[in-house]
């Protein structure tokens, strides 16, 4: 009976460790409901070719969906990282800048530092991210979180960093 146990531990323990996160955040502020959001662009600390532009993506749209429809993205321009050399990230005051003539009352910046399936037999994919809200108004940080998530052998890159956005802007939304 005992080897039964531990035989069937041995099989799903490393199913457990693969799909792990780690989420640290600070607590949640009290945001004024359906105000206008700037997505800055995510910096890209990896080298996957457009994660932060993909990880600024799914930050955009968990926003629109979960805080308040009414998001901007920056221009076309801004968003410069190219298959071969990363963007530049702006500075926080030319980012406020731009959100105050966008008319936002919050700006979210972040940052990619992992975007990749991990080497070996099951190639789990793994994401790290970290998330920055200001007033734009003060430029005063309301909130802050960092994470990494890894998933699944079968599961993707855009699910995983999905999922740890979710964790991530949990205490920003408004809808359940």
Do not use: H
Request: one cysteine or more; charged letters at 15%; proline letters at 8%.
């Amino acid at each position: 009976m005992r080897w039964k146990t531990l035989l069937l531990l041995a099989c799903f323990f490393p199913w457990l460790l693969a799909a792990c996160a780690t989420v640290e955040r600070s607590p949640a502020p009290t945001l004024e409901p359906q105000a206008t959001w700037a997505i800055a662009p995510f910096a890209n600390y990896t080298e996957t070719p457009l994660a932060g532009s993909r990880a600024q993506a799914v930050a955009s749209q968990w926003i629109a969906a979960r805080v308040s429809p009414r998001v901007v993205t920056p221009p076309p321009a801004w968003l410069d990282e190219s298959l071969f050399e990363k963007a530049q990230p702006r500075s926080l005051q030319e980012l406020l800048q731009w959100a105050k003539g966008q008319g936002a009352r919050y700006l979210l910046t972040g940052s990619v530092s992992e975007w990749r399936y991990k080497v070996g037999v099951d190639g789990e994919p793994a994401v790290g991210l970290t998330v920055t809200v200001y007033d734009v108004a003060s430029g005063a940080r309301l909130y802050s979180a960092v994470g990494g998530k890894s998933g699944y052998a079968r599961e993707s890159v855009a699910a995983v960093a999905q999922k740890l956005t979710a964790e991530l802007l949990a205490p920003l939304a408004t809808a359940p």
